[in-house]
């Protein structure tokens, strides 16, 4: 509420406002500082833990007359002590399995406060634009990082921040698949830009997973929204655009040395002879996964232990700072098959989840996170995401998703207090 007293202008708050600020605020610190300041640890594990908090306060603006632990923060936990638990019979035991416990338990903030957050239709949508803002810093801020002479080396994503460029563009990713929602299903016809600018900036990493899915994205979602109006014509349209970036890519020379010789390298690994060193990364890392798929035949029940790939790789064979590049075998191998169902039990409930929504009660938004969760798992097959934290985030908008609007699919609920009077 707005007013004028006294010739003050004073904006007037609920406590639930003021507290949805805070953590919107939160939110947004976090996206950027997970990356922005990589080298400076503890902001993304304090801006995480001050989510919850922030989430926390929220929950109490609502005047909620009793704590709920969503189910998902439930699995984390469970999932977490499993992990920690297997430290027992670890091969290698030493002070850096803590950051391993430590990240999973900060994640468990992180997605408790988006459950708490996300109450209402309203809640989730405000999430999804914020994400995808918080992507678009982050982008930006690499693009203004990078000289522009730089841009086509290949590795954007890497400069500013100090990661992966493959997790970088993993997230970008998540923010373009957002944002092609928003102009597709929504008809926020202004998004489109910010597909196409996410689209070029997932080229200039020359992350082939992330080209995968940038593409196979907002395809797969026009695909499986039957529903929708000249539905063959999007199909064919989307498909047509997709044929061009691709064009685009192996034609132009700045696109082609950014990521089009990677994928040229990529084919002529997989179809050509998969035993010699025509793409010398792609070669490691299926040494790499075969080294994980040793390890679980050696201990497949309950695995070598949290971190444990990473310590016998460098123990072994003096690799460091190795991961296998497949979230499966990197679970698998570290904490067996029991890990694993436990790991994998919560995106089957998601997905099955998702998919009603999707397909029965016909709602966009899950059809969006239901098109996330298919393709994650493609990408999973080249990426580790077991530990990390954003890619966390988003499954947890996900599973807000599959409650958000059904009452009497709700996980939890909040209780006024003048309900309880009534």
Not at 2 to 31: H, M, P, W
Not at 294 to 317: C, H, R, T, W
Not at 360 to 369: A, P, Q
Request: aromatic share 16%; proline share 1%.
């Amino acid at each position: 509420m707005v007013s004028f007293e006294n010739g003050v202008l004073k904006i007037k708050q609920s406590e639930d406002n003021t507290a949805r600020i805070i953590y919107e605020i939160c939110f947004f610190v976090n996206a950027i500082t997970l990356f922005a300041f990589n080298d400076v640890k503890f902001i993304g594990t304090a801006t995480g833990i001050l989510m919850l908090l922030a989430a926390m306060l929220l929950w109490i603006g609502r005047r909620a007359q009793r704590v709920i632990i969503p189910y998902n923060t439930v699995w984390y936990m469970a999932f977490t002590a499993y992990s920690a638990l297997s430290c027992l019979w670890s091969s290698y035991l030493d002070a850096n399995m803590a950051s391993y416990f430590l990240r999973m338990v900060v994640i468990i903030a992180m997605i408790t406060s988006v459950s708490i957050y996300i109450d209402t239709a309203e809640d989730l949508e405000r999430l999804i634009k914020l994400y995808i803002f918080s992507m678009l810093v982050i982008v930006m801020m690499e693009l203004l990082t990078v000289p522009f002479s730089e841009w086509t080396a290949g590795g954007m994503g890497s400069h500013f921040s100090g990661s992966n460029s493959n997790g970088v563009a993993f997230l970008v990713f998540c923010a373009e698949l957002m944002a092609f929602y928003e102009f597709y299903s929504k008809g926020k016809k202004s998004y489109i830009i910010l597909v196409i600018l996410f689209v070029f900036f997932i080229i200039l990493s020359s992350s082939r997973k992330s080209m995968f899915a940038a593409l196979a994205g907002p395809m797969l979602f026009v695909l499986l929204m039957t529903y929708k109006k000249n539905y063959f014509f999007n199909i064919l349209l989307v498909s047509g655009l997709a044929v061009l970036v691709v064009f685009y890519i192996m034609t132009d020379e700045n696109a082609y040395n950014a990521i089009g010789k990677r994928i040229t390298s990529m084919l002529n690994f997989w179809f050509e002879n998969r035993h010699h060193k025509v793409d010398n990364s792609l070669y490691m890392r299926s040494y790499y996964i075969d080294l994980a798929k040793q390890m679980f035949a050696e201990s497949p029940i309950l695995g070598k232990g949290m971190g444990n790939f990473a310590k016998i790789i460098d123990n072994v064979y003096m690799l460091d700072g190795v991961y296998s590049h497949n979230n499966f075998w990197q679970i698998l191998s570290e904490l067996g098959l029991f890990g694993f169902v436990i790991y994998y039990s919560l995106y089957f409930v998601i997905l099955v989840r998702l998919a009603k929504g999707a397909f029965i009660n016909k709602s966009g938004t899950n059809m969006l996170f239901f098109t996330f969760m298919v393709l994650l798992l493609v990408l999973e097959t080249g990426l580790v995401t077991y530990n990390s934290k954003m890619p966390h985030v988003v499954i947890a908008i996900a599973y807000a998703a599959t409650y958000v609007g059904e009452s009497d699919g709700r996980k939890y609920k909040y209780i006024e207090k003048n309900s309880m009077d009534e």
